[in-house]
């Protein structure tokens, strides 16, 4: 089946730990909202609708994809399994709107999984591009090639005053959401985080979870993106959330020199007992794993731990989650099952890295 492949436990592209500020910066997403001018909003569309949008778009990027030097695969989201659908969210390659979709929907996924492409979203389509660390605009110039793409052979709905339109009036004008997953850990153990969000907020941007909208910021990792699409340019929206999010990267630096200053036995101690939490535990809650995998990501970046492969590390903040561990253990798990389940994971993934001996499994196997 076409969408094994994207549920292998391999990294993404993303995933990589690959380009500049990756200690601080570890992905970065463009997200253009579009839809087509001759069909109704996907709010108010019929599935006969929904068919022809999708036909449409896939026909157009499964033919003409190669002008990119891009192959696609199509997924339709409604012939996979509630669970692969999860798979999916859980490696950043749908949302979980569309995997929840009521009408008609699919996604073309990128070989190296760096673009998505989500049909019958909340808009008849959603480009998204990811990259590994702190690279703005080499990911809009991937999404814009692939719009204009698509802009040639398909006729958008766009006004002359008011830019893209949208199902949501908050993305209408460039229907751009750029977005930096950032690792703080230092302003949010200094407890700056707290004001920094505020302000943020107050400068027209949106602070969110791992997850996007909704979803808790786990292991200390935060989304910042542009919240105005409408009134700004693509060129001014980029610019002010590079300017931003290279303060954030600045101040988390500065935090965490400071922290290692003041309290240098005491930080050691909390990062070698996260990293002997994941290497031992026989159960890991999902929020103790990303306060751990956090803190022992900060020993890497602060070069208290060695040996450890950094992307291993962004892989396993993917692979640890409930769809994934039931995926591998092909079976449903109830909650203390997948604490087991994810316990091993991290001590197999772990000791095969940091080859770290000496220790006898249980009978824990799920």
Known sequence: MAIDRFLEPKASSWMANEGE?????MSTRIRLARNL???????????????????????????????????????DIHEVSSLHRELLVEKHLISPHLAAGV???????????????????????????????????????????????????LQYAFHEKFGYLTSCPTN????????VMLHLPALTMSQQITRIIPAI??????????????????GNVYQISNQLTLGKSEYEILQDLQNMT???????????????????????????????????????????????????????????????DMSILNELMVFMQPAFLQHYSEKPLSPNERDIARAKLFRERLKEE????????????V
């Open 21 to 25: 500020n990756t200690d601080i910066a």
């Open 37 to 75: 001018n001759e069909f109704k909003f996907p709010y108010a569309f019929t599935e006969d609708e929904a068919l022809k949008v999708d036909k449409a778009i896939s026909s157009v990027l499964l033919d003409k994809g190669k002008d990119l030097n891009q192959e696609f695969t199509h997924i």
């Open 103 to 153: 009408h008609s929907g699919s996604v073309l996924l990128s070989k190296n999984e760096e673009l998505s492409i989500m049909i019958n979203e909340e808009d008849h389509l959603r480009i998204q591009s990811l990259q590994s660390g702190f690279h703005l605009q080499e990911a809009y110039q991937i999404a814009n090639q692939l719009d204009s793409l698509l802009e040639e052979n």
């Open 172 to 179: 209408t004008g460039t229907g751009m959401r750029a977005s």
């Open 201 to 218: 907020s107050r400068l027209g941007m949106v602070v969110r979870g791992i997850y996007g909208e909704g979803s808790e910021a786990l």
């Open 246 to 308: 290279e303060q954030i990267i600045e101040q988390e630096r500065r935090a965490r020199q400071a922290i290692l200053s003041n309290s240098p036995l005491k930080l050691e101690d909390r990062i070698y007992r996260s990293l002997g939490i994941l290497t031992y535990s026989r159960l890991l809650t999902t929020e103790e794993a990303a306060k751990c995998l956090s803190d022992v990501r900060l020993g890497i970046d602060l070069e208290l731990i060695e040996n450890i």
């Open 354 to 365: 940091y080859k770290i001996n000496g220790d006898k499994e249980g009978e824990d196997s």
